[in-house]
């Protein structure tokens, strides 16, 4: 919408504003909102066909507004602010268990005279660190989050490898995953919170509040930096989180059993979920 220009043409034109182009020509340069720094193109008894002939405004109002002259900002000396490119990421303020690192860039060029605000100068985001754990500690395992897939790729997985989306995630184990076959576990896990997404898929349906669910960690997903366990399998007796990697906005918490089961009891050879 134009900014009532027709209630200020009269006054604009007398002020001898009327057939310049730019705010230049009407020596105007008008800080915050000012309706009356106008540049009005045509008489303001013409009846306006060419939308290049509409007004346009040398007041700083007109950057948010988007009806500026061509030449406000080189006029009225508009800078919009200017950073650099992002440094490096800083190491994880913790040595044990999740924490934060961070990254900035600086103000290459202040703004003026309303130019574009600076954006933020600091970026963070979560980091996980296992270096200064002592050997007993299950900081690292209780600030771990599960990925799980359903129990039936389980069998998919060594009939196909190329079925298996773990193979094309993240295996860190540069050992033959047979040769470690006799590593393998189940946990089980009993759901104290699970989010609304899980009861849409039938492949998740095991997944209620007060339920005891069977997850088994194979060979492929077995993590040597983790001692030969998989990621996410908590720690007996805690909370800790999992979420659905194949099923968006299924996540929640569980409590891991104070045992695992054994490996030929049902829960292993039929587990509802698998580690990824």
């Not at 909102?33 to 066909?49: L, M, T, W």
């Not at 650099?84 to 990254?103: A, F, I, V, Y």
């Not at 695992?260 to 009891?265: A, E, T």
Request: proline share 5%; hydrophobic share 30%.
């Amino acid at each position: 919408m134009l900014r009532y220009w027709l209630c200020f043409a009269s006054a604009v034109c007398l002020a001898g504003h009327c057939g310049a182009n730019y705010c230049r020509d009407a020596n105007l340069c008008c800080p915050g909102r000012d309706s009356s720094c106008v540049v009005q193109k045509a008489h303001q008894n013409a009846i306006i066909e060419d939308l290049t002939d509409k007004p346009c405004y040398c007041d700083h109002a007109c950057l948010k507004l988007g009806d500026c002259c061509p030449d406000f900002r080189e006029t009225c000396g508009v800078i919009d602010c200017v950073v650099s490119g992002w440094g490096p990421w800083s190491g994880c303020d913790t040595n044990c268990g999740s924490g934060s690192m961070e990254r900035s860039r600086r103000v290459v060029q202040a703004p003026a005279h309303g130019g574009r605000h600076c954006p933020s100068l600091v970026q963070r985001r979560a980091c996980q660190e296992h270096r200064g754990c002592s050997e007993d500690s299950d900081v690292p395992l209780r600030d771990e989050t599960a990925m799980i897939l359903p129990g039936g790729l389980s069998v998919s997985r060594h009939s196909n490898d190329t079925v298996d989306i773990r193979k094309n995630l993240r295996l860190r184990n540069p050992d033959d995953p047979e040769s470690n076959s006799h590593r393998e576990y189940c946990a089980q896990f009993e759901v104290t919170k699970v989010s609304k997404a899980c009861h849409a898929d039938s492949d998740y349906k095991a997944l209620r509040e007060g339920n005891t669910v069977c997850v088994l960690c194979e060979t492929a997903a077995l993590r040597r930096d983790l001692k030969w366990r998989c990621s996410g399998h908590g720690v007996a007796g805690h909370a800790t989180r999992f979420y659905a990697l194949v099923a968006p906005h299924c996540h929640g918490k569980w409590v891991k059993a104070p045992q695992n089961p054994d490996k030929r009891s049902n829960c292993c050879t039929n587990p509802d979920f698998i580690f990824v």
